[in-house]
């Protein structure tokens, strides 16, 4: 559940050469990423990481566990839908700009989610990094598909207009169920900005098998 330490280092490795004043999280869990990232991000000179966690019982735990990694005052945990919690980050002016923004919650919404930070503006070339967990597993076509993208192909599916569901094509159904559940629907109406253009990369873990005990 937890992101773990050989995809926690890639990322732990992305914040110290970014350096982001902010970093922001969605999906926190217990609080394992938010210690291991926040960590990263204030010893590079950051000011705040933002955990986003739908659960609140998750998140008295994760600020539990905060509290004794002397973290509590640099990590924020903010309980409710992704959604509705980055809405207001960058509405109250908290959050000018995504630097670092790590994906990990509920699979549909990594691309809404990530769309609705583009349409207010926080998405700024040169600046913002993205990184999703398991796109490749449990599978997130829709999020993958998005991002490698044209702005040809992003303009002519923005014909259509906002969006208001999720798109759960090829997303694995115990992912869709779990969290929000299948009949979920995201609370802002989502358009987007098809034009940016995305430098995207996969990065596949390192995964090491037991083969045979002696
Ligand atoms: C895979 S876990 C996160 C693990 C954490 N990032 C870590 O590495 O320690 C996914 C978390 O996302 C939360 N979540 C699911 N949907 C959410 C939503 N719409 N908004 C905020 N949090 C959500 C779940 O409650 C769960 O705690």
Redesign the pocket.
């Known amino acids: 559940?937890?992101?773990?330490p050989d995809k926690?280092k890639f990322i732990t490795e992305i914040i110290a050469e970014r350096k982001p004043e902010v970093m922001i999280?969605?999906?926190?869990?217990?609080?394992?990423?938010?210690i291991?990232f926040g960590d990263a991000v204030r010893r590079a000179g950051g000011k705040r990481y933002y955990?986003?966690?739908?659960?609140p019982e998750?998140a008295a735990i994760a600020n539990m566990l905060l509290d004794l990694a002397g973290l509590r005052d640099f990590v924020r945990i903010i309980v409710?839908?992704?959604?509705l919690?980055l809405h207001k980050l960058f509405d109250s002016g908290e959050v000018k700009q995504v630097e670092v923004l790590?994906i990990?919650?509920?699979k549909p919404?990594y691309t809404t989610?990530l769309k609705l930070c583009e349409q207010l503006g926080k998405i700024v070339p040169e600046v913002s990094v993205v990184i999703a967990?398991?796109v490749l597993y449990p599978g997130n076509p829709p999020y993958l598909e998005y991002v490698r993208s044209t702005v040809e192909q992003k303009r002519e599916a923005a014909k259509k207009g906002p969006e208001r569901t999720y798109n759960r094509e090829g997303i694995p159904d115990r992912t869709v169920q779990?969290?929000?559940g299948a009949d979920?629907t995201p609370q802002f109406d989502i358009i987007g900005n098809p034009n940016l253009i995305y430098e995207s990369k996969l990065v596949k873990p390192e995964t090491t098998r037991v083969s045979r005990i002696l």
């Open positions: 559940m937890n992101i773990g926690g999280e969605l999906g926190g869990y217990v609080g394992y990423s938010a291991l955990s986003l966690e739908l659960n998750y409710g839908r992704s959604d919690s790590f990990d919650h509920y919404a989610d967990d398991n779990s969290f929000l979920a």
